[in-house]
């Protein structure tokens, strides 16, 4: 059983599109996260949840929007997508905030 | 701004031997200090959180210096399989979790 599950695992697009990757985590977990890593392998902190309040808003486009419908899921909607957003994309958990963090497998974002 | 760095490396050691690399960070409000090591391609996962009074996992060990802010890590006799990036991970307080870029670690045969 995946602990924290996201997907799509892949994502190819073209620029302008609206995309979705959805998160879950089975672990009871209250707080949720997305992070972004870049080419440069850079991890760097977007989103973050705690029973399904926004907790973290770091600096990011407007034309991503995190929603938290229940605290084991927490997905993320891209608008007008750029070359730019081509990144993988983490979704995180944890028990308590901050704490040891768990993490999905990744989305590997391509905007062509 | 609240940052932590780290020597990106690479680290080319060979098979048994010791390696040590350290993270400083900027914050010294900062209560939470972790080692994560991610695979290519992979999920950063946890080696090991880090205590004040340091501590040691097998061939890890991991120490904190509070008062200069950094944190270190040390493998002996590496492994083949050690070979990874090593992100030192740094926190407290409203703005959760900050990740190193990450020290890119080498074991060759």
């Known amino acids: 059983d995946t602990a924290v599950s996201q997907t799509p695992k892949y994502l190819v697009t073209q620029m302008g599109n609206d995309k979705s990757i959805k998160c879950e985590q089975n672990l009871g977990h209250d707080t949720m996260y997305w992070y972004k890593q870049d080419s440069k392998k850079f991890l760097k902190i977007m989103f973050s949840?705690?029973?399904?309040?926004?907790?973290i808003n770091e600096t990011v486009p407007n034309r991503f929007s995190p929603k938290s419908p229940d605290k084991a899921h927490l997905n993320l909607h891209i608008n007008s997508l750029e070359l730019g957003d081509s990144a993988v994309y983490f979704c995180a958990s944890s028990h308590l905030f901050p704490g040891e963090l768990f993490f999905g497998e990744g989305s590997r974002l391509t905007v062509l | 701004r609240k940052e932590v760095e780290q020597d990106p490396g690479p680290f080319n050691v060979p098979e048994g031997a010791t390696v040590a690399f350290n993270c400083t960070y900027s914050?010294?409000?900062?209560?939470?200090f972790f080692w994560y090591r991610q695979d290519c391609r992979k999920e950063p996962k946890l080696l090991m959180s880090?205590?004040?009074s340091g501590n040691e996992d097998g061939r890890f060990t991991a120490q904190l210096n509070r008062a200069s802010q950094y944190i270190s890590l040390l493998i002996r006799d590496s492994k083949l399989s050690d070979s990874a990036t090593y992100l030192c991970v740094v926190g407290g307080g409203a703005d959760g979790l900050t990740f190193g870029k990450g020290t890119h670690l080498i074991i060759q045969p």
């Open positions: 880090v205590y004040s």
């Open positions: 949840y705690n029973n399904k309040e926004l907790i």
């Open positions: 914050n010294s409000a900062s209560q939470s």
